[in-house]
């Protein structure tokens, strides 16, 4: 029966500093979101298999994990089609339902589905597991949260500024000490395709351009080439690499450039707004960069993109988002603007762990361990446990006479902060010792004064 | 593309105040395990099937959902197995993973797999979802949270005091009124078989007379006749269904009742303990019952035995728990004792739903919402917003200048508690007029005066 244990690779297990770590992040971005007016909703771990395939692309499609048929429905099983290699074919003669692959379609399901019990502009916050059969690979899980806010139903840009304003302030409360916002807008990036001449090639366009900082100028160059988009217009693209100065300077210079393209000057508008407003409004520590380079998500955005990176450390982005416009029509509901972000709650874990940036309470364990010496010790230890845990304190009782050596590994282990020491001395005096673990100063104290210290710290 | 949006059956959505309404319950479980020395740990949803598969007896085995393997592996189907209807046996080879039943299994395996990072007694709590593919009913879901607080590596009775206190502590704390902590011992159930003379067949009987609420004693008797207990030891079990008084008067009969069987006596000399603690401890508002006939999840606990219900409600148990002696050793760690407890969130949920115990508090709004007049006044109130989002206030804008009724039916909607009316007037004063949702007075006052206002709430 013995079985050596483990779990499926790209998933984890938290030990209690990494869940204390976790719920850390969580917590900072939760009363960001609703201070901003975001509330919570929460959608079940499975969808149907049908409200999720089809949104994501082929390779979208592949990475959704799938859930077997219980019981006498595993008949259904389609041989033929595992016979002719379709394998799509049979998994869904097997799997009506799915894991959830984010939050962002179970979302607009949601909003489709309640839409007589919500009121328009809903602005929901959600932070949820979502799985994807991704090859596990350092980083990259099978397993991980996503921590989105959205508004839908409203096409005003006071949203875009808040939710500048929601990465500025959710980072900097995690004390994150250097980080940029990079924006951008959809059609900014089709007004350059206009002015190019190139509308029809606007995605091969933007897919390069966004490679910009990987790759370089000459390796973007040789992309639009293999694309076949004409000389021309690349001698059009090639000055937007070079772009450089202010958030104003770059507008001012790209004012000129999409002089001819309406939509391109209902992009530039748009970011300024934003830009002017967020300047008004003042940020508290992120830098805002306005990248004419930014396309993530090219098909997904329809107006504002955004970027956040962590400076001065080796990570991809960790935020996003942007605003689309037809999310819900993709189960019947047309015409409802949308705008969401997303923080990567593992990459920002990751960033503050190499930055040393969580506070050290998050580690720590129960104020105060009782050490064991019997047990007419351990009826008192209990007595006066009793009276802490009333007045909110957390402690805990060493549950056997064990050696004193013993025991205060063990409240090194468990990082109490003082330990109780009880003897018949103690009894007497209705008192106890108390020991800092960290100076190993011990003073006696009464169980009046002992609470009032520790509910002080 | 269209299609009606729907989720599986047995699982749920949650809006904005039922998240609220279940994070309160979660919270204030928390708030106590972490209290009491309790750390949190997170495993992944899905384990391997191998460590899940038959620890939960067959019919368990058939309620676990499968993940189906991802692409090639999916060739590996055993089509023989299915022909052969050999239905496990055919889901065994297309689904290594599968989602977590319980937290109990996990956290064994947890504990095997970590027991170089932990110290023991090591105390953990857990609060996570599980997924049974049970045949959707009332009130029974697919996918639910577990709330379960376990200590392994000490067979100490402190912690069934403490266990308890925390159910005490918990359900006071959530406003319960009026509900009752049953407890037994796996021993004392062990000495009535002994002294019936029927220690072979103690599942048996225990499983007849766990039945005692439900079938009557007539209905037990019937049982235990139709299992093939001898007339004679249903003689000598039948006492114990009249015995009433309290828990000290059951106990002194329980006593000479058991005085033959060593493992008897053993039982009362815990449950005495245990009772006796808590009685100097002093509950807060729980009553507490020692249960001769309460027995559930026999085969798995081997001391104390929880049970907590609800008076007054028409409700099954809403908490459970007990000693087990040999979870881990199920992936090769013996000689660990446990001993657990678990929080039935729904059932709580529903027990507070009908009696109305959830503070109002938990399903209001943002704290005020601004209504917009034009783009002049929304510039207004973009700045007066950050201020109060500054001083940690939660607030909104409504995004447009729509009609006045329709922002006000918004903020009544949303439960906002004031609206902020800006135009020329307070612009030019640097003032807004704060309206009262719910007596709807109005009053001027400056931003100063506004934050205060609002904070001291």
């Known amino acids: 029966m013995a079985q050596k244990p483990s779990i499926p690779k790209g998933t984890r297990d938290f030990l209690p500093f990494e869940v204390a770590q976790r719920t850390y992040i969580f917590d900072t971005i939760k009363e960001v979101y ?7 909703i929460e959608t079940p771990s499975f969808e149907l298999s049908s409200t999720l395939l089809g949104k994501y692309g082929e390779e979208g499609d592949r990475l959704i994990f799938r859930i077997l048929n219980s019981g006498e429905k595993m008949k259904k099983a389609d041989v033929q089609a595992l016979e002719a290699d379709n394998l799509a074919r049979f998994a869904n003669s097997l799997a009506e339902k799915a894991l959830r692959y984010d939050l962002t379609v179970p979302f607009a399901r949601f909003v489709v589905q309640h839409q007589n019990e919500l009121s328009f502009p809903f602005k929901r916050y959600q932070i949820q597991p979502v799985w994807r059969a991704d090859r596990p690979q350092h980083g990259r899980y099978q397993e991980f949260f996503q921590c989105d806010a959205d508004v839908v139903g409203s096409d005003s840009l006071i949203y875009e500024v808040d939710f500048v304003l ?12 250097d980080f ?66 202010s958030n104003e300077e770059i507008l001012q210079q790209m004012k000129t450039y999409l002089a001819s393209s309406t939509i391109g000057q209902e992009g530039i508008a748009e970011l300024e707004f934003v830009l002017d407003q967020v300047a008004k409004l003042a940020l508290k520590r992120a830098k805002i960069e306005f990248d004419v380079t930014l396309a993530r998500g090219l098909n997904y955005y329809t107006g504002a993109i955004f970027e956040v990176k962590a400076n001065g450390v080796q990570m991809g982005s960790i935020c996003g988002g942007g605003r689309y416009d037809d999310l819900t029509g993709l189960f019947g509901m047309k015409g409802m603007s949308g705008v969401g972000i997303s923080f990567g709650a593992d990459r920002i874990y990751d960033v503050m762990n190499e930055l040393n940036l969580f506070p050290e309470s998050l580690t720590k364990g129960v104020k105060l361990l009782f050490i064991n010496f019997g047990e007419k010790e351990q009826a008192f230890c209990m007595y006066v446990a009793r009276q802490l845990r009333n007045e909110g304190i957390a402690c805990d009782i060493y549950p056997s006479a064990a050696k004193l050596q013993k025991q205060m590994k063990y409240a090194n282990d468990i990082r109490a902060t003082y330990t109780a020491l009880v003897g018949e001395t103690e009894i007497a005096e209705n008192k106890i010792t108390l020991k800092d673990m960290d100076s190993g100063e011990q003073t006696r104290c009464t169980i009046e004064e002992l609470i009032l210290k520790l509910k002080e710290e």
Chains 1, 2 share one sequence.
């Open 180 to 245: 940029s916002i990079k924006i951008n807008n959809r059609k900014i990036l089709s007004g350059i395709a206009e002015v190019c001449g190139e509308t029809e090639k606007i995605v091969a366009i933007t897919v390069a351009i966004d490679k910009l900082d990987k790759i370089g100028t000459d390796g973007v160059v040789k992309e639009l080439e293999e694309k076949n988009i004409s000389a021309e217009a690349i001698e059009k693209i090639k000055p937007l690499f070079a772009m450089q100065g």
């Open 166 to 177: 929601m990465f500025d302030e959710v980072l900097t409360n995690l004390g994150l000490p």
């Open 34 to 40: 609703k201070k901003f007016g975001f509330a919570p």
